[in-house]
């Protein structure tokens, strides 16, 4: 984006759906990332990779109560 500007509306949808779709495969394994923002997504040559798992949980049960917001411990 710094290189060659903003991208277009369909590759950016589809840049969303791919990270849709990976984070939907780390919550299939029950583990939770809790810090996704930019600096933790890179692009590969295959799409969008999540990285840094420094804040990563386990999800134990499935309530929105089990979950913690921004700033919880």
Known sequence: VKESGP???GPCAALGL???DA??????????HRDLKPS?????????VVLDFGLAA??????????????DR
């Open 23 to 32: 984070l939907a495969a780390i919550h299939g394994t029950r583990l939770l």
């Open 18 to 20: 791919a990270l849709v």
């Open 40 to 48: 933790n997504v890179v692009l590969g040559p295959d799409g969008p």
């Open 7 to 9: 991208l277009p509306v």
């Open 58 to 71: 386990v999800a134990e049960r499935q309530s929105s109560q089990a979950l913690t917001r921004t700033g």
